[in-house]
């Protein structure tokens, strides 16, 4: 799972109330090597806007194919619309009827997952095909948000039911379903094995987990407050955030065998990670020792600083990697615009 656009955002919050107001605080299991500032091996490319009065714009989530998706934005924080780019240019993907949408993951076929206004004025999940833009509906409720899509179609995510109470769901084949978590849990990412992962209410926490054929394994020790996993790759490797003490700041981490590394930061105190690829590589953002938001990509014990655009001034966040290392996110633009890019 990606970092979130502003409809995500807000209808999250709309779901999931305060729930999800995770310290900005986290920290280390194990202390991590330090970072490495050297970006010198990436070439870092704007993608642009939607134009037509669209200045803003942020990649969440790119595919083995090099297709990217995520949303731009009219000047002003004005409504969000969603985008595949491919072969150097941004397409609108349209929206429900309402005047929002934002798209959060692709797969390899292309099909892409997303968020959308209706022309009722309801938050609904989509799955956008073929040029097509398909409402999947609630669990009952009025609201959904998806977040993640598989190889196979199967989309993963979070929605209102009939009492008002938000579920994990679960897409395929024209129905959603309950994942059968509890109220306020969250589902985030899925694998091609069906595997998937979020965040699950554990009495007075809220803590990490990996779904798998109907069996929740809890990534947290019973102590840890906070954290969520965000993204799952094909073995079952999950990237997460974690805060297990409130006097601490938020770390990203990376479970792999039952085992949780602290991913550290960038020299300062704070680190998220948003996506995985399947040979382990995570990528996210994190503060720099002089206070700046840098995206970042870790990869075997280190965490490298992606750097900025080069009109842009220090901020980026880097929220997805493919399997070839391709990384999307957003980064600092010229005129103090905040546009989506391809590390690459």
């Given at each position: 799972?990606?970092?979130?656009?502003?409809?995500?955002?807000?209808?999250?919050?709309?779901?999931?109330?305060?729930?999800?107001?995770?310290?900005?605080?986290a920290a280390a299991q194990t202390a991590a090597p330090p970072a490495t500032p050297d970006q010198t091996r990436r070439q870092v490319i704007d993608l642009g806007t939607l134009g037509d009065g669209y200045t803003i714009s942020e990649a969440l989530?790119?595919?083995?194919?090099?297709?990217?998706?995520?949303?731009?934005?009219?000047?002003?924080?004005?409504?969000?619309?969603?985008?595949?780019?491919?072969?150097?240019?941004?397409?609108?993907?349209?929206?429900?009827?309402?005047?929002?949408?934002?798209?959060?993951?692709?797969?390899?076929?292309g099909q892409v997952a997303g968020v959308s206004l209706t022309a009722a004025g309801e938050t609904h999940a989509f799955l956008w095909a073929g040029g097509r833009m398909r409402d999947l509906g609630t669990l009952g409720g009025t609201t959904s948000v998806a977040q993640g899509i598989n190889d196979h179609g199967r989309v993963v995510g979070t929605s209102t039911n009939a009492a008002g109470?938000?579920?994990?769901?679960?897409?395929?084949?024209?129905?959603?379903?309950?994942?059968?978590?509890?109220?306020?849990?969250?589902?985030y990412d899925v694998n091609d094995r069906g595997q998937v992962t979020g965040g699950v209410p554990v009495g007075e926490a809220?803590?990490?987990?990996?779904?798998?054929?109907?069996?929740?394994?809890?990534?947290?020790?019973?102590?840890?407050?906070?954290?969520?996993?965000?993204?799952?790759?094909?073995?079952?490797?999950?990237?997460?955030?974690?805060?297990?003490?409130?006097?601490?700041?938020?770390?990203?981490?990376?479970?792999?065998r039952g085992r949780r590394i602290d991913l550290g930061t960038l020299g300062g105190e704070f680190s998220s990670a948003a996506g995985i690829n399947d040979h382990g590589a995570v990528v996210g953002?994190?503060?720099?020792?002089?206070?700046?938001?840098?995206?970042?990509?870790?990869?075997?014990?280190?965490?490298?600083?992606?750097?900025?655009?080069?009109?842009?001034?220090?901020?980026?966040?880097?929220?997805?990697?493919?399997?070839?290392?391709?990384?999307?996110?957003?980064?600092?633009?010229?005129?103090g615009e905040f546009h989506a890019v391809l590390w690459r």
């Open positions: 799972m990606r970092h979130t656009s502003t409809i995500v955002r807000t209808a999250l919050a709309l779901l999931l109330g305060g729930l999800l107001a995770a310290p900005a605080a989530a790119v595919n083995d194919r090099g297709q990217v998706v995520g949303y731009s934005m009219l000047a002003g924080l004005g409504p969000e619309h969603a985008f595949l780019w491919e072969h150097g240019r941004m397409r609108d993907l349209g929206t429900l009827g309402g005047l929002t949408s934002s798209a959060t993951d692709i797969n390899n076929h109470e938000t579920h994990a769901f679960a897409w395929a084949n024209g129905r959603m379903r309950d994942l059968g978590l509890t109220a306020f849990a969250t589902a809220f803590h990490a987990y990996r779904l798998r054929r109907g069996h929740l394994t809890d990534l947290d020790a019973a102590d840890v407050p906070y954290s969520e996993g965000v993204a799952i790759n094909e073995a079952g490797q999950v990237a997460g955030n974690s805060a297990p003490a409130p006097a601490q700041f938020n770390h990203a981490f990376l479970w792999s953002q994190a503060n720099t020792t002089e206070g700046s938001l840098r995206a970042f990509v870790w990869r075997h014990g280190v965490m490298t600083d992606l750097g900025v655009l080069a009109d842009g001034e220090n901020g980026s966040r880097a929220n997805d990697i493919n399997n070839h290392g391709w990384v999307v996110g957003a980064s600092d633009a010229a005129g």
